[in-house]
């Protein structure tokens, strides 16, 4: 699939999808939840559905309509096998890698596409045989073998390549026999902790952390949750607020800003930048306005990276963005993407040790019929469809090749950027 973008403005309102990242974890806890529950504001994307098919591999009952029904089915009996598909979806092979543990003692870990590029190991090798647990994979990669017991023990975790697994451990750990303590250094991405952490209180389970190094879980608890609402997406409101901010105006709805996601971190930044934001009660709208160079570190906000440099394009002066380490391992080694992508379109980008330099307004009036290509990664293509609606002039056309991708976690991404432009 091919997206044309043609010189235009910006300028509606749109209803973020919810947070795939939330949907994911309220997915799992309902596998493992004692009862029927009824889960609202759920916007279908593939990694929502990879999680979908895992519970449901696991033995609980979905029915899918406006919203979802899902019946859990908490740990009992054990499997003999388990072969788990868990699509493109890092989040919910990390997620549901230990939890499969309570259900099977003979787990296999596959994927497709992008997903059996990313790394493994270095997150769960060493933590799993702490607990007693037989690790295999393919070279550090995808399928990833499991066999063994999960045991309630101290567990020290490297938190240096992101939060997931230990999302996955602290998911589970609460329904082992005995108590355990996680020791996690290094640890990056901390408010996707607090998103679990926070998830996991709502179905009556408690996990106390001692300033994100040490987490202490009680064992013998269980979920217990009648129904829950999902809240909408500030990494795919990102690109849409982006938008306002270098093309017109636009209004996202369907966003709180007492939400503990990272990436509600881009309403700072545009303010740094100098763009108009006005945060209202369920929304936040953005318009153009003189936009200047900013500073902001991504560490614990990786997937804002494709939308600041999208931003950071159309502002004048230098940006910087720390924390290029942390792009590596997405659905493509996100920073060379950039840099490639970007160019075409004359953006001046270097890398300065873990910080991306972004040389702004370089590119107006310089291109002509350009084609992008996505490196089937959905943020690049929606950054990269943002960031030229920004540099166009009226002579100029863009094609972005792959633009299919966007349904990873923003199905329905080009009908709504064609809704605001104008």
């Excluded at 279908?44 to 559905?49: G, K, P, R, T, W």
């Excluded at 560490?299 to 924390?323: E, H, R, T, Y």
């Excluded at 040790?353 to 490196?375: C, F, P, Q, W, Y």
């Amino acid at each position: 699939m091919n997206v044309t973008i043609q010189p235009s403005g910006i300028n509606g309102k749109i209803s973020a999808p919810s947070s795939k990242s939330v949907a994911q974890r309220v997915i799992a806890a309902s596998l493992l939840n004692g009862g029927e529950m009824l889960i609202t504001g759920y916007t279908e994307s593939d990694d929502s559905l990879a999680a979908l098919g895992i519970i449901k591999s696991l033995g609980a009952k979905v029915k899918q309509g406006e919203n979802l029904l899902v019946k859990g089915n908490p740990p009992a009996h054990k499997i003999e096998k388990l072969e788990l598909n868990c699509g493109e979806s890092g989040l919910s092979s990390r997620l549901f890698a230990p939890l499969s543990l309570l259900y099977s003692g003979n787990v296999t870990l596959n994927g497709r596409g992008s997903l059996l590029k990313r790394p493994f190991s270095g997150l769960m090798k060493y933590p799993f045989e702490q607990t007693g647990i037989k690790y295999s994979d393919n070279k550090g990669n995808l399928p990833v073998s499991l066999q063994g017991q999960l045991s309630a023990k101290e567990i020290i975790v490297d938190g240096s390549g992101g939060s997931q697994f230990l999302s996955g451990l602290l998911m589970t750990l609460p329904l082992l026999s005995g108590d355990s303590l996680i020791k996690v250094l290094n640890l990056k991405s901390k408010p996707y902790i607090d998103l679990t952490v926070n998830v996991a209180s709502k179905f009556g389970v408690g996990i106390d952390n001692d300033n994100y190094e040490v987490f202490r879980i009680k064992g013998n608890q269980r979920y217990s949750c009648d129904s829950y609402n999902i809240e909408g997406d500030w990494s795919g409101a990102s690109c849409m607020l982006v938008a306002g901010a270098v093309a017109g105006t636009v209004e996202v709805t369907n966003l709180d800003y007492r939400s503990n996601q990272a990436d509600k971190k881009i309403v700072e930044v545009l303010e740094s930048a100098g763009a108009n934001v006005e945060i209202k009660t369920s929304s936040v709208k953005v318009a153009k306005n003189s936009l200047n160079a900013f500073c902001f570190d991504a560490m614990d906000s990786p997937d804002l990276f494709p939308a600041l440099v999208a931003l950071a394009a159309n502002c004048d002066g230098v940006s910087q963005i720390k924390g290029v380490s942390r792009l590596s391992s997405k659905e493509s080694n996100r920073a060379e993407t950039l840099i490639s992508e970007f160019g075409k379109i004359n953006v001046k980008i270097e890398l300065n040790g873990d910080s991306m330099i972004v040389e702004g307004n370089t590119a107006k009036n310089s291109i002509k019929n350009v084609r992008l290509n996505s490196h089937n990664d959905h943020r690049i293509a929606m950054s990269a469809a943002v960031g030229a609606a920004g540099l166009l002039d009226f002579a100029s056309t863009i094609i972005i090749e792959n633009a299919g991708c966007v349904n990873k976690s923003y199905p329905g991404f080009w009908k709504d950027f064609e809704m605001i432009r104008c």
